[in-house]
T-cell receptor, first 113, second 113 residues
Framework: AQSVTQLDSQVPVFEEAPVELRCNYSSSVSVYLFWYVQYPNQGLQLLLKYLSGSTLVESINGFEAEFNKSQTSFHLRKPSVHISDTAEYFCAVSSNTGNQFYFGTGTSLTVIP | DVKVTQSSRYLVKRTGEKVFLECVQDMDHENMFWYRQDPGLGLRLIYFSYDVKMKEKGDIPEGYSVSREKKERFSLILESASTNQTSMYLC????????????FGPGTRLTVL
């Protein structure tokens, strides 16, 4: 069975400061990892994903995440946040041995001017 | 761009009513999903479908049923709505492998009185 843990339910950060949103997973098989973002009053949209290859993946708006197999983590980072990054962020895990997605409980990022 | 639409943004129903939530995607995706999103619990999978007339239970199927008569449309049915089904319902679709990127609709906020 797979599961996803997002330890931080809320993360306030000042504008232009760095941020890290933590995600840990548990799985006995090879996994695929995703970060989704949900802006206020909108559905979720994919931010970035790791399927294979380079363990460092990047999004078009400056976020990056690194797959760390030994630590079973896929933390999301951004060196300098903007007001527009205020949103709910969800980590998700799946594998090709099962037909399900597992989402974390979400982290609410609030960027303070 | 992939577009996933849901029939209503807000819905208010009474206990015991039969409720239909409709989802339509316009990109010929094989897979469609229904989740509910609750504060502190993240997204939980109710049902998904990988082909017309095919369905599989997710983590919380009790009290729900689904219908997929056409590839582009996936309906969630609450046979007899209860107050504990008050929630945000999200529909998603994906192409190819079930475990790959999902595209989400804007959500339906259902309140059961």
């Amino acid at each position: 069975a797979q599961s996803v843990t997002q330890l931080d339910s809320q993360v306030p950060v000042f504008e232009e400061a760095p941020v890290e949103l933590r995600c840990n997973y548990s799985s006995s098989v090879s996994v695929y990892l995703f970060w989704y973002v949900q802006y206020p009053n909108q559905g979720l949209q994919l931010l970035l994903k790791y399927l294979s290859g380079s363990t460092l993946v990047e999004s078009i708006n400056g976020f990056e995440a690194e797959f760390n197999k030994s630590q079973t983590s896929f933390h999301l980072r951004k060196p300098s946040v903007h007001i527009s990054d205020t949103a709910e962020y969800f980590c998700a895990v799946s594998s090709n041995t099962g037909n399900q997605f597992y989402f974390g409980t979400g982290t609410s990022l609030t960027v303070i001017p | 761009d992939v577009k996933v639409t849901q029939s209503s943004r807000y819905l208010v129903k009474r206990t015991g009513e039969k409720v239909f939530l409709e989802c339509v995607q316009d990109m010929d995706h094989e897979n469609m999903f229904w989740y509910r999103q609750d504060p502190g619990l993240g997204l939980r999978l109710i049902y998904f479908s990988y082909d017309v007339k095919m369905k599989e239970k997710g983590d919380i199927p009790e009290g729900y049923s689904v219908s997929r008569e056409k590839k582009e449309r996936f309906s969630l049915i609450l046979e007899s709505a209860s107050t504990n089904q008050t929630s945000m319902y999200l529909c998603a679709s994906s192409i190819g492998q079930v475990w790959d990127t999902q595209y989400f609709g804007p959500g339906t906020r259902l309140t059961v009185l």
